[in-house]
């Protein structure tokens, strides 16, 4: 049909609009296929009761009710924001950091570079795994290094402040990479000429620092800063791995207590009023996000 | 026109893709048209043990069954529900599952499951014992068949018990330990020790969280009254098993890190630092390829007005999804005969469920000499105890058990909170 609308337009302009769109149609079937009925669908269950196998009863706002007056809901909404605003602003400060020393002529550049990002490459339940024997208080790897410098035993699994501690720990040491590579990127695409002339103008390391790097890795920052909470928001391998929400909804956050309501208690839709929140708490974030950064910065919106 | 054109064939190339990767996903029956011959997909998870000894069945009934194959699809424990119910929901399920007796009930209820009834003979079901034909019964017919049980005993570290000067042990059902002189001996195991051990660990972590009830039973409390329609849960023997988890806990026993959301305990047990578990007797071929520098034994576990243990263990289960209901019948038929189930259970250390292997000595080939703790323990289950697992939905009270419990020891909710949670959840399952 929209070939009709285009009666007027040249035979040249047509034939290209239609190549865009055959270029772009097997993204197109994805999405529709993979995001986006899987998303109508899960409003509609979350519209449900059911577990998954026979009838499903309507239920209309009732699984969102529930919720209201459910804790463990609450606790994972505080958890999971919590989480974004603790590992965002620390994965990106660490990220710079690691970034900046790794852009000078340090020995082994590439190899460390390498090792700083191989975490990222690694599937998120090897490194929830592998954490997971690391952290054991009674058996774990890192209380026996601790205890050899007479610190410790930590109780990563027992206390529910540390084990938060071992969530965060192991979130920064995967993403740590991902930043360092982006920042990377961005330090370079500095002009070198800023620095020389800064210098002459007598600006210290700091203030070549505050002046010309950071500006320059505005687009960087907002990006990974979104990018950041987008994956903050949607955790879920490390920490159902790491810790299972535990002890006791200490660690949960949204995206394992979803998965635990709609696949352990197998109510799909409970599990997917949750997903929705979950949905809708994060449209509106990068809302603010994406306001903030634009009003900071128009040209670069 | 020639753009349409296209357009169409795009679409169509697509769809055709679609459908043909979407069959390729799929699982299920397969092949020719004789009902007895074909493919079968059978889901299950096991240790190496268990895997080689179902590898080993299905070879000899497909050497008996020419043109009928069976192939195995390994699924680790914590994924398998997930596997089973999306392939189910997707009407793409395997033809046979294997399916903890717990979680029976659920797929009996969702009308998933093949009554064997119409496939078997009617007294098919006789060999097996009274309580495990009534674990895969939905209305009085049977919808598995009961391929072994398991249950908990005490599992100990001989050499840490020795160093806390603790020799005998209860070596008859009748003598186990009373529940104060089990806190007697941990305190001693754990008074003996040096750095970071404890003297005991519970095998009560996420599916395992229903074993709590091992303790309750033994109290004389119960989680339904006698035909499973009513809670009996929040009672005296209740919140005195409660006192007494939290004895362990208070008074570092048990390991913190062993909650019900915890670590799983075998898993601890072999680096020494937990002096005994309680543990299914499914875990000696693991526990026997891991403990390499010190020797363990078995013992009951602890009574106090009653004795109890939990209905490990799982059932075989064929699905309505199936092409071939007779071959599955048929095959779950060969699994469970005499013969297998007495190889299956010898090369595993699991306890069979038939009447005529429950009166034999059976031949485990890994640790013979503690196997008959478990054998006697077994004869602890009750069939009261049974039923309260069995009820449809156990899952979910399985999961208020997690996270009540888990709140109670780990968080500070009161035992009237605890038991009145598990309560209500217990309530509603049988109500709907």
């Known amino acids: ?301 | 026109m020639n753009q349409l054109t296209r357009r169409q064939f795009l679409a169509a190339a697509g769809g055709t893709g679609a459908a043909l990767w979407l069959g390729a996903c799929g699982g299920g029956s397969s092949g020719s048209s004789d009902p007895m011959k074909g493919t079968l997909e059978f889901v299950t998870w096991g240790g190496p043990a268990e895997i080689k000894a179902f590898e080993a069945i299905i070879s000899d009934f497909e050497d008996q069954n020419p043109g009928a194959r069976i192939r195995l699809q390994e699924t680790p424990f914590n994924e398998v529900r997930q596997t089973v119910d999306s392939s189910l929901e997707a009407e793409q399920g395997p033809d046979l599952f294997r399916v903890t007796y717990t979680d029976f009930g659920f797929y009996a209820a969702s009308n998933v499951l093949i009554d064997l009834s119409e496939y078997l003979p009617s007294d098919f079901s006789n060999v097996f014992t009274e309580g495990l034909r009534a674990a895969v019964e939905f209305e009085g017919a049977p919808y598995g068949v009961p391929h072994h049980t398991d249950v908990s005993a005490i599992v100990y570290n001989k050499d840490l018990f020795q160093a806390a000067g603790i020799g005998a042990l209860p070596d008859r059902l009748e003598d186990a330990w009373s529940w104060d002189e089990f806190l007697d001996v941990s305190r001693r195991l754990r008074d003996a020790q040096t750095g970071n051990r404890t003297a005991f660990g519970m095998n009560w972590q996420l599916a395992g969280a229903f074993r709590w009830l091992n303790w309750l039973y033994a109290a004389g409390g119960s989680l339904y009254n006698s035909d499973a329609t009513r809670t009996t849960v929040d009672s005296p023997e209740a919140r005195k098993t409660l006192d007494m988890f939290k004895t362990w806990f208070e008074e570092d026993l048990c390991p913190d890190n062993t909650s019900l959301k915890g670590s799983y305990v075998d898993l601890i047990f072999p680096a020494q630092t937990i002096a005994m578990i309680s543990a299914g007797s499914f875990l000696v071929p693991t526990l026997e390829a891991d403990i390499t520098r010190f020797e363990y034994g078995t013992t009951y576990l602890p009574q106090d007005v009653g004795m109890s243990t939990d209905l490990g263990g799982n059932a075989v289960v064929a699905t309505q999804q199936t092409e071939k209901p007779e071959l599955a019948a048929k095959f779950l038929e060969f699994l469970v005969n005499q013969k297998n189930m007495k190889r299956f259970c010898e090369a595993t250390n699991l306890l069979p469920t038939r009447n005529d292997l429950v009166e034999q000595k059976l031949d485990y080939e890994i640790r013979p000499d503690i196997m008959p703790v478990f054998v006697d323990q077994s004869t602890t289950i009750t069939p009261a105890y049974t039923r309260a697992v069995t009820v449809p939905d156990f899952t979910q009270v399985n999961n208020a058990f997690v996270d009540q419990l888990e709140s109670f020891i780990v968080g500070d909710q009161s035992p009237e909170a605890t038991l009145g949670n598990i309560a209500q959840e217990a309530t509603d399952v049988v109500r709907d």
């Open chain 1, 1 to 301: 049909m929209a070939v009709t609308q285009r009666k007027g337009k040249p035979a040249a302009l047509r034939r290209e609009a239609l190549t865009a769109y055959l270029l772009i149609s097997p993204n197109l079937i994805v999405f529709g296929v993979f995001m986006l009925l899987p998303l109508i669908l899960t409003f509609v269950i979350s519209a449900q009761e059911t577990s998954g196998l026979g009838p499903a009863e309507w239920v209309g706002l009732g699984n969102y009710t529930e919720l209201i007056s459910d804790g463990v809901f609450w606790r994972s909404l505080i958890n999971t924001v919590g989480y974004a605003a603790v590992t965002v602003p620390l994965g990106l400060a660490l990220g710079l950091a690691v970034a900046m020393l790794l852009n000078n002529a340090v020995w082994l550049r590439d190899v460390m570079r390498t090792i700083y990002y191989l975490p990222v490459v690694i599937s998120g339940v090897a490194a929830g795994l592998i954490a997971q024997w690391m952290f054991n208080e009674n058996i774990g790897v890192v209380n026996e290094l601790l205890g050899l410098v007479g610190l410790g035993p930590v109780s990563w699994q027992s206390s529910p402040a540390w084990a938060m501690t071992s969530v965060v720990l192991l979130t920064l040491w995967v993403g740590v990479g991902f930043n360092m590579v982006v920042y990377l990127a961005a330090l370079q695409g500095i002009p070198r000429e800023y620095y020389d002339a800064s210098a002459v103008d007598g600006a210290n390391s700091v203030q070549q620092f505050r002046h010309v790097t950071l500006p320059g890795l505005g687009t960087a920052t907002v990006f990974l800063a979104i990018y950041g909470v987008i994956l903050s928001f949607q955790a879920f391998d490390l920490i159902y791995i790491l810790t299972g929400g535990g002890p006791g909804s200490a660690t949960e956050v949204l995206g394992t207590y979803a998965y635990e309501q709609a696949f352990s208690a197998r109510e799909r839709g409970y599990g997917s009023a949750i997903g929705v929140v979950l949905y809708l708490l994060l449209i509106v974030v990068l809302s603010v996000q994406f306001w903030i950064s634009r009003r900071r910065d128009p040209e670069e919106g």
